[in-house]
Structure formats: C-alpha cells, structure tokens
C-alpha cells in the first residue's frame, strides 16, 4: 500500500520507513509527489495535530496519507514543550540545538530526582474513504543536564533512557527503533491497521 507521510523532515521518513517497511507500507514523500502543503497546527493535543496534518495531505494527494505529531513531555514544566516541541521559544531563529539548549536552561533548577519527561508521539492514517486510524506511543526517562551522543535528532541528546542507561542520541538507530515512542505508536497502529483489514492478520 502507497501512502504519503504528511511531513517534509527526511529523519521521521528514515525512521518510520525502517518501522514500516515490515508491515507491507511504501511511504513516499510529499515533495516526491509534487506537493508542498504546510499544515496549521491549531491543535492542543498531539492527536488533534497529527489528524489535521493527515487529513490535508490526503485531501491534497487523494492518497492515503500517514502524519506523524510527536514531542517531549517535561514534568516540571507541567508538560511542556509537548506539541510546541519543534517551535519552542517560538523564536525563528531557533535550530533544533537551539530549542535543545533552551529546554536544558528551562530546566537548570529542576533537582535530580525530578526530571522526568516522555517522548510522545501520534500516528495517524486517513484515507479516502473516510476512515481515520489513530495510535499513540510513549517512551519514559528523564531529562540530562548536557547533551550526550550523536546519534538521533531533536531532543535525543538530552533524553537518558533508563533501561538502556544512556541517552536516545547514544543508542544504536537500531536500537531505538525497538523502544522509542515512535517504534510504540507504529506497533499499536499496525494492530489497528490489522483490525480494519488494511494489513494482513
């Protein structure tokens, strides 16, 4: 089955191509398709984001579309930067090493012992016919008080993973692919897809 991910960020088509792939998925690319659709973000909730991203690029293509609405969580910000994940500090001229440093200042009186956040992340599928397929996947840790590893891309760098005792920027892409949120939602989504008999049982 062809479907476009409704995203222009070429590390989440690495990523959820590789989950993917084993469950009989081609995910092209928006701009493969000639598209450029930059979607309004209005939602409060992940869910809410990743089904307006997916909607629109369904609607734009006539293909079934994936979005992919993810962030990270901090306790001790009462839940932010959460869906303001990759607009945090609402400054342009922010990177995302940027809004990395941000969060670690943010975060500079948090105590050890009081750090904990999540990676979350939604998965959505619409498709022409009108059905909307919907999971969500978490990743629980904690937040470090300097980057560490080269691995991965956003926040990795600051997010110790407990089981694995290191950051999500120091393990394998391999091995995050088996834990992450995202490898989580893309389990739980492929159940579903399942059950509404787009993928075989």
């Not at 598209?35 to 991203?53: A, C, P, Q, R, Y």
């Not at 839940?79 to 990759?86: I, K």
């Not at 050890?112 to 969500?136: E, L, S, W």
Request: with cysteine; glycine share 8%.
């Amino acid at each position: 089955m062809k479907v476009v991910l409704a995203s222009k960020n070429k590390h989440k088509l690495v990523e959820i191509s590789k989950i993917t792939q084993q469950f009989d998925i081609e995910l092209v690319l928006q701009s493969e398709l000639g598209m450029d659709i930059d979607v309004e973000e209005t939602g409060t909730t992940f869910e809410e984001n990743s089904l307006l991203k997916a909607k629109a690029v369904m609607e734009a293509t006539g293909l079934p579309a994936l979005a992919d609405d993810s962030g990270i969580a901090v306790d001790a910000l009462n839940g932010e930067p959460g869906v303001y994940s990759a607009r945090y500090g609402f400054d342009d001229s922010l990177d995302d090493w940027g809004r990395l440093l941000l969060l670690l200042k943010n975060t500079e009186h948090v105590p050890d012992g009081q750090r904990q956040a999540q990676f979350v992340c939604v998965i959505t599928m619409v498709t022409p016919d009108g059905k909307a397929i919907q999971a969500r996947g978490e990743i629980h840790g904690e937040l470090l008080r300097e980057p560490r590893g080269e691995n991965g891309f956003g926040y990795d760098p600051i997010f110790y993973y407990p089981p694995a005792g290191k950051s999500t920027a120091e393990m394998s892409p391999e091995d995050k692919n088996q834990v992450s949120h995202r490898a989580n939602a893309l389990k739980l989504f492929y159940e579903k897809l399942k059950e509404a008999g787009y993928a075989d049982k």
